[in-house]
């Protein structure tokens, strides 16, 4: 590996600088394999270089431009790059665990085997992001944006996302167990074989999301909103959904075995109907179940 006394990084960055205005003249920034560990590129103009393979480890590169840049299998353990721009990036496969990146854009940057676990990524950008088996586990996500991002094997495990905002995302065989999601939105997504299990959901918007056999067992759902949404199957044995609206939703064979529907609102006789209640069920009404067509107990009390 080369280490970073070694190259000339003032000289590499000004020719960098000339190719970017000008691709005749100045050279490529290409530090890939090199080792940075503790530099300093806080505000470095990085933009489109290559840097496959780059070890940074504990490096600022706060406010840094990373933009089209190339970090496949970097390492950036514990680095600083909050506000950082890395729009367009390819970061397959690259280490960002224990990374300070509040505000960092990654915006239509591809990440396949990412890993970001227990990174901190407060109100960091996600927009039209792709990436497959990614993990975000235990991280700090709170307020981050992932609008029309497209996730396939995600790993959300005990992550923090409250006021995450999926808006009209992709999600597919996504885990999130033990999340915290509270105010979290997944409005116009569609959310297909993802996992649940005793995540913490309060107050989420899944208003016209399309959610396809997910698994929500003993997941804290009150007042979440699930208006309009189209849910085929899934899994919400024993979770919370006290005050949480159902208006024109369409619920097919929906297990609600045990949950609580305390004070659920706007729910229909033919929602009920078609999904599954049993005696530990606790219904709109706030009597035990199972649901008796034309009852009257998908009326809160």
Request: hydrophobic share 40%; glycine share 8%.
């Amino acid at each position: 590996m080369v280490v970073a006394s070694n190259v000339p990084i003032v000289g590499v960055l000004r020719a960098h600088q000339e190719w970017l205005a000008d691709a005749s003249t100045g050279s490529r920034a290409d530090l890939s394999g090199m080792t940075f560990n503790e530099g300093n590129f806080a505000r470095a103009d990085l933009s489109r270089a290559l840097l496959i393979g780059v070890t940074m480890l504990d490096t600022d590169l706060t406010g840094a431009n990373l933009t089209g840049a190339n970090l496949d299998r970097a390492d950036l353990q514990r680095s600083n790059l909050a506000g950082a721009s890395m729009e367009g990036a390819s970061i397959a496969n690259t280490h960002f665990t224990g990374a300070w990146m509040a505000g960092v854009n990654f915006s239509e940057a591809k990440g396949n085997g990412a890993r970001f676990r227990r990174a901190e990524l407060k109100g960091a950008r996600f927009l039209d992001f792709a990436a497959q088996e990614i993990s975000f586990r235990e991280a700090l996500m709170v307020d981050t944006s992932f609008h029309q991002a497209r996730l396939y094997e995600a790993d959300f495990q005990d992550a923090n996302l409250s006021g995450a905002q999926f808006y009209h995302a992709r999600l597919q065989h996504t885990k999130f167990n033990g999340a915290i999601l509270i105010g979290a939105s997944f409005q116009g997504s569609k959310v297909d074989h993802c996992r649940f299990p005793a995540a913490k959901l309060a107050d989420v918007k899944f208003k016209r999301a399309e959610i396809t056999q997910c698994i929500f067992r003993d997941a804290d759902m009150r007042n979440c909103d699930f208006r309009e949404a189209r849910m085929q199957g899934g899994d919400f044995c024993r979770a919370v959904l006290t005050g949480s609206r159902f208006g024109k939703a369409h619920l097919k064979t929906v297990d609600f075995r045990g949950a609580n529907l305390a004070g659920a609102q706007e729910m229909t006789v033919e929602q009920l109907s078609m999904s599954l209640t049993d005696h530990n069920t606790t219904l709109p009404n706030g009597k035990k179940g199972p649901y008796m067509k034309y009852s009257g107990a998908e009326k809160p009390a």
